[in-house]
């Protein structure tokens, strides 16, 4: 829900650019939003008119517009965020959420955003991606100060070229963007461009990932790559909503990407082309289909295609371990060990105990196994025949013929024409097995050990 906060009586203003005590004194107040559900696209009140973005379970920033500025107001802060049903995390964000709110804005749009430090440490506000004056780039001693808590400051520029960014710290920002300071930035051309095409739906969102312990609320923030949530804005599967589509629409997905490792994003049942980077709009001879598109540590990606094929379609991360939630890695392989009467003697001393892994994981996602308070469970979400077997960076692509323009709502599943669902045609036939060779008088074992423990992930 959105209220308004007031700011800290009596504060101070330091600034990065020149601003009277009348300017001050006439600060925007911070809109707060802390629902985790996608909201509405925000229809431009003023100012040059685009067709808004969709932030994916996040929303987007209302502006003051002031003697032809469009003013902002993000306030970094400790915010709860509902990472799935029944699982919150302690984070940091902006102005109540993490990430913060997606900043829409034109091209050649000056923009004014006041940033509030309301975090136990300094920081600061880098613009990635932006054409702007070297001070007002936010790299924390090189140029500026960091901004210290309690403080507003205020970065001024032009918004020059189109295209799809990011913000987030350049100030201990391993510690704060570990615990989810970042947000969307989304610059619309002010014109037709021979690049960028109009599209029916525009959704955005970003990449991100922690190390929260099952049972415990607070990431760890020295992990470096064994993250055990992968997340899209802060949201693991099934908390992940959907992207809904009308038959026909032309869609484009923005991602980006502020984890420590790359990500192939995978869509099913349509091609794509990547649009744009955040270098800028792709040339159309620079173009090729694509299912699958790699987003590597600080890159952004524009996705766009026709959504004509009906159905409820998986959109995500194609690392296997980046669709589960709660992940643990040290955690032995049991595939084929004889688990009988193990279970049962265990069960004695660890009433709870279950056996895990013996046939693979999928058991797991069909099992009530007890949780820790406060966690996501491995695969929790229920499709229409059963557990969907992922978590984490998933979600889908819900494409209908019939829905009106503007209609973001969630249709439910899909309902499958007769005789187009995979079914099963009788047993497996019986087991065949190669004849083994006979073994030689100079044949060596080779006895392989496998490491343990779980590094470079």
């Known amino acids: 829900m959105f209220n308004r906060r007031s700011l800290l009586a009596g504060s101070t203003l330091a600034s990065l650019a020149a601003v009277s005590k009348a300017a001050m004194a006439a600060l925007p107040e911070p809109v707060i939003q802390t629902s985790p559900d996608t909201q509405a696209p925000l229809a431009p009140p003023n100012g040059r008119p685009y067709n808004p973005v969709v932030t994916l379970n996040g929303w987007t920033a209302p502006w003051h517009m002031k003697d032809g500025v469009k003013e902002f107001h993000l306030v970094a802060e400790p915010v709860v965020r509902e990472m799935a049903p029944g699982f919150k995390a302690h984070l940091w964000g902006y102005n109540g ?8 804005v034109v091209e050649g749009d000056r923009v004014r955003i006041y940033v509030t430090n309301r975090l136990p440490e300094v920081t600061s506000m880098h613009w990635h991606g932006q054409r702007l004056p070297n001070g007002m780039d936010g790299v924390s001693g090189l140029t500026q100060p960091p901004i210290p808590p309690g403080k507003t400051w205020v970065y001024e520029f032009v918004a020059r070229r189109p295209g799809t ?3 987030h710290p350049h100030a201990d920002e391993m510690v704060q963007m570990a615990m989810g300071m970042m947000g969307l930035w989304i610059t619309h051309p002010k014109a037709k461009h021979p690049h960028i095409a109009d599209v029916d739906r ?4 970003l990449l991100n990932a922690y190390d929260i312990e099952p049972g415990s609320a607070t990431p760890k923030v020295m992990t470096m ?3 055990n949530l992968w997340s899209w804005n802060s949201r693991v599967f099934p908390g992940i909503a959907p992207l809904v589509a009308r038959q026909g629409d032309r869609v484009r997905i923005r991602v980006g990407n502020l984890t420590m490792t790359n990500h192939p994003i995978h869509l099913h049942g349509h091609e794509f082309e990547v649009t744009g980077t955040d270098g800028g709009p ?3 001879t620079a173009r090729w289909p694509e299912v699958t598109t790699d987003i590597a540590v600080g890159q952004m990606r524009q996705l766009e295609f026709i959504a004509d094929e009906e159905g409820d379609w998986a959109f995500h991360c194609h690392k296997a371990h980046h669709t589960m939630n709660a992940m643990g890695h040290n955690v032995p392989t049991m595939i084929g060990v004889d688990h009988s009467g193990l279970a049962a003697k265990i069960r004695k001393l660890v009433p709870d105990y279950m056996v895990m892994g013996e046939r693979g994981m999928h058991d797991m996602t069909e099992m009530s196994m007890p949780l820790p308070d406060n966690t ?3 695969m929790a979400g229920e499709g229409p025949f059963g557990p969907v077997a992922m978590g984490g960076m998933f979600s889908m692509l819900k494409v209908r013929r019939g829905l009106k323009r503007g209609d973001y709502t969630d249709p439910g599943w899909f309902q499958h024409p007769p ?3 995979a079914r099963e045609v009788g047993d497996a036939p019986p087991a065949t097995s190669a004849p083994t060779p006979a073994a ?3 044949d060596v074992e080779v006895q392989v050990r496998k490491p343990h423990g779980h590094h470079n992930h």
């Open 165 to 167: 960014f990011m913000y």
């Open 97 to 104: 959420q993490s990430p913060g709110p997606t900043i829409e």
């Open 376 to 378: 996501a469970p491995m």
């Open 282 to 284: 792709v040339p159309k």
């Open 202 to 205: 525009d959704y955005a969102f």
């Open 440 to 442: 030689s008088a100079s």
């Open 419 to 421: 005789g187009t669902v």
């Open 225 to 227: 790559l064994d993250f």
